[in-house]
DNA sequence: GGTAGATATTTTGTGCTCAAAATATTAGTA
DNA sequence: TACTAATATTTTGAGCACAAAATATCTACC
């Protein structure tokens, strides 16, 4: 009865890579959501809400779009954190004579002490950890992600039957460890 | 070789590669939501979902904490997700007799056939290019995030020796001294 | 039997996240 | 001036995500 036996296998062949990568994004996603939440007990911030704190600190006054490019995150998306940070006082939104359709953000001295008393973005435990690693994997850990990135972020590679394995990126630097 | 940990700015002192990894997951974040999306058009699922489904393929009926632990979620994000999938016809919730606070999560039919018919899980752009590395190239990748992904979870290693400033005056928002 | 504590799930409340639509403003053009 | 297109932000609607509280059930010990 069963027309075909439909090989769970035809288009469930992943490597076993593919499942594993998949399954680290979604602990470390996890892992940084519980630690926002975390921080919100600590310093009435979220991580996204210290996150643009920072990059407002780190670029100074700027219009809304590029703040959510800064924290990569879509407008929209900024648009309610900007609202609850204005609501805590900690910054303020203005839009210039020049252009009314903009909206300069800029950060308040409430904003610059709540982020000088802030603990970092990333766990403690992450933190210490990254930070006891020599450069050498450190860097490593961090081309890794961004290769990761790049794929992730790369379209469809188009129509293109993808079957040239053509060359290793051959990383030349592997030595140093 | 190991740099000692001289006392490091105390707050503004992280590697660039400490930023830099941050970014990376966030924008690795992002683009996996922005699958997600996409994913909605074309098979009416989203990532979570299809990811609860194809949990629920390859391990089988079971209880919801399970599932969830399986995916990486809390059960109370899970039960959202069930009952999508549920008034979608795609599994089924019974409580057993033996134990009726379980509820015992079933695949239905139409739930194994959308499976057949859904997408991979990441971007179809990355499991091309992830698929075209060398066996030993997506191994590195894995190593990596395994990596990150247990000093994510490492909690905070206490007050663990091993790097310890000594001093660090911790100014950490722990309240009000 | 009855009551306390453990276990499993759901509900509630808040925030993040996006696309698409709505709004407001500016610039270009007839 | 009026009309159109482009730009920048906000609103709307839906889903994801969690902790904490609420609910239901089971187990253990009296």
Known sequence: MSRAPENPEIDGSESPHEESVLRSIRRITRAIDLYSRKLVSSCDLTGPQLACLRELARLGELPTTRLAAAVSLSP??????????????????????????????????????????????????????????????????????????????????????????????????????
Chains 1, 2 share one sequence.
């Open 76 to 177: 929209a998306t900024v648009t309610g954190i900007l609202d609850r940070l204005e609501q805590a006082g900690l910054l303020e939104r203005q839009r210039p004579e020049s252009d009314k359709r903009c909206v300069m953000v800029t950060l308040s001295a409430a904003g610059r002490d709540a982020l000088r008393h802030a603990p970092p973005l990333l766990q403690d435990g992450f933190t210490q950890r990254f930070r006891a690693l020599s450069a050498a994997s450190q860097s490593q850990l961090d081309r890794a992600l961004q290769e990761i990135v790049a794929m992730m972020e790369a379209e469809e590679l188009d129509a293109s039957p993808l079957l040239i394995p053509a060359e290793e990126p051959a990383r030349s630097a592997s030595g140093s460890s």
